[in-house]
T-cell receptor
């Protein structure tokens, strides 16, 4: 089945630093990838939709200058949390839709802890 | 009103019981429906798609009611390993596809 690889799985960083998270579709081309954030015991919250070769579409309330998304190829999207602060600590998950198939395949997630 | 609504639970049922969840959606133009399962601190995994005719996969049965705009998931003979959060997902196609997650229903199976 389709596989989405997400790295790193865990990041601990100091406040003010930037963190980059990668999401790769390993065996299919993903024109669209999605980025989510999940706080403990809360539901997945869509942050942005990443389209290959174009600007990402951000959900209301998500700062595009803080959460930089780059989708430069059909197999790779990155999320950079710039100048991270403790309130950015969360579980970040990416997903990709396989071609015309609307089923989503998820990365394994990144637990970000900002000290 | 949320676009996709689920009872958050938690549902706490004994092993072997039958449990059912519903999920309602607000946009009648919604076109594709799925149930995902998410374990704590893990990524969601597709459990099953939901078709208009209803579909079954082992102990799991999914139903779609377009007239009332809800989907359901029935789990029979529940196992301890069924304990998880179940997410309802609705896809809407217009100028761009939009995938909407419900907030999830937590299920806990007790011995």
């Amino acid at each position: 089945g389709a596989v989405v690889s997400q790295h790193p799985s865990r990041v601990i960083c100091k406040s003010g630093t930037s963190v980059k998270i990668e999401c790769r579709s390993l065996d299919f081309q993903a024109t669209t990838m999605f980025w989510y954030r999940q706080f403990p015991k809360k539901s997945l919250m869509l942050m942005a939709t990443s389209n290959e070769g174009s600007k990402a579409t951000y959900e209301q309330g998500v700062e595009k200058d803080k959460f930089l998304i780059n989708h430069a190829s059909l197999t790779l999207s990155t999320l950079t949390v710039t100048s991270a602060h403790p309130e950015d600590s969360s579980f970040y998950i990416c997903s990709a839709a396989q071609g015309g198939n609307e089923k989503l395949f998820f990365g394994s997630g990144t637990q970000l802890s900002v000290l | 009103r949320k676009e996709v609504e689920q009872d958050p639970g938690p549902f706490n049922v004994p092993e072997g019981a039958t449990v059912a969840f519903n999920c309602t959606y607000s946009n009648s133009a919604s076109q594709s429906f799925f149930w995902y399962r998410q374990d704590c601190r893990k990524e969601p995994k597709l459990l099953m798609s939901v078709y208009s005719s209803g579909n079954e996969d082992g102990r799991f049965t999914a139903q779609l009611n377009r007239a009332s705009q809800y989907i359901s998931l029935l789990i029979r003979d529940s196992k301890l390993s069924d304990s998880a959060t179940y997410l309802c997902v609705v896809t809407l196609y217009s100028s761009a596809s939009k995938i909407i997650f419900g907030s999830g229903t937590r299920l806990s199976i007790r011995p």
